[in-house]
C-alpha cells in the first residue's frame, strides 16, 4: 500500500520561501516520477513540476524561476522550494506519484501568504 | 501548453441516474487522459488512465472513452458517493494540464 505523506509551514509573508517534503511509504521510489500539484481556487488544479529517482526534473514554466524540487533517495523523500511567494501561491499543495498522472496522492498542505 | 475544457462546469443528477462528463483538449494528446474524482479538499482520487483503463478498485459504473482531442467521462446508475467534482488531466506534454473541473450534485 502506498502512502504519502506531507509536511511543511503553512503561513508564509510575502517574499518569503515555500518548502515543503514528501514522503513515500510502501512500494517502489525509483521506477516513478514523483510531482507537486497546486489547488487554488483561482486557479484550479495547478501542475508545479517533477522529479525521478535519478534526479531529472521538469517544471511548469509559469513557475519555473522560481521552483527547485529535489529528492532524497536514502529516506524516499522528494521537496518542494517555491521562492518570493506572493498572495498567489496561497494553495493547497499536493504531492502524488506519476508523470503526467497521479495515482497516490498526498494529504494536501494549505499554504497561505498573508503579510 | 495545452488547453483543456470541461462541459459542462456543473450537473445535477439523481441517484441511479447515467450521466456523461466531456473534456477537450486543445490540441491531439493521443489518449494519455486521466480522470480524477475530488471530494471537498480531500486529495482527488484517481479513477481512470489512458483514456478508458479503469483504476484498481473503482466501480465499474465509471468509464471512460475518447481519443485525439475529445474524450468522455460515463457514470451510469449514479450513486451517492459519486456526487463530487471531476477533474480530467492531459498527460502527453508538459506541463501536464487539468481541465477546470465538473461538479456533479444531488438534483
Known amino acids: 500500500q502506498v502512502q504519502l505523506q506531507q509536511w511543511g509551514a503553512g503561513l508564509l509573508k510575502p517574499s518569503q520561501t515555500l518548502s515543503l517534503t514528501c514522503a513515500v511509504y510502501g512500494g517502489s521510489f525509483n521506477g516513478f516520477y514523483w510531482s507537486w500539484i497546486r489547488q487554488s481556487p483561482g486557479k484550479g488544479l495547478e501542475w508545479i513540476g517533477e522529479?525521478?529517482?535519478?534526479?531529472?526534473?521538469g517544471y511548469n514554466p509559469s513557475l519555473k524561476r522560481r521552483v527547485t524540487i529535489s529528492v532524497d533517495t536514502s529516506k524516499n523523500q522528494f521537496s518542494l522550494r517555491l521562492t518570493s511567494v506572493t498572495a498567489a501561491d496561497t494553495a493547497v499543495y499536493f504531492c502524488?506519484?506519476?508523470?503526467?498522472?497521479?495515482?497516490?496522492w498526498g494529504q494536501g498542505t494549505l499554504v497561505t501568504v498573508s503579510s | 501548453d495545452i488547453q483543456m475544457t470541461q462541459s459542462p462546469l456543473s450537473l445535477s443528477a439523481s441517484v441511479g441516474d447515467r450521466i456523461s462528463i466531456t473534456c477537450r483538449a486543445s490540441q491531439d494528446i493521443k489518449s494519455h487522459l486521466s480522470w480524477y474524482q475530488q471530494k471537498g479538499r480531500e486529495a482527488p482520487k484517481f479513477v481512470i488512465y489512458a483514456a478508458s483503463v479503469l483504476q484498481s478498485g473503482v466501480p465499474s459504473r465509471f468509464s471512460g472513452s475518447g481519443s485525439g482531442t475529445d474524450y468522455i467521462l460515463t457514470i451510469s446508475n449514479v450513486q451517492r458517493e459519486d456526487f463530487a467534482t471531476y477533474y480530467c488531466?492531459?498527460?502527453?506534454?508538459?506541463?501536464?494540464?487539468f481541465g477546470p473541473g465538473t461538479k456533479v450534485d444531488l438534483k
Open positions: 502524488a506519484r506519476g508523470r503526467g498522472y497521479g495515482d497516490y
Open positions: 522529479i525521478n529517482y535519478d534526479g531529472l526534473t
Open positions: 488531466q492531459q498527460g502527453y506534454s508538459a506541463p501536464f494540464t
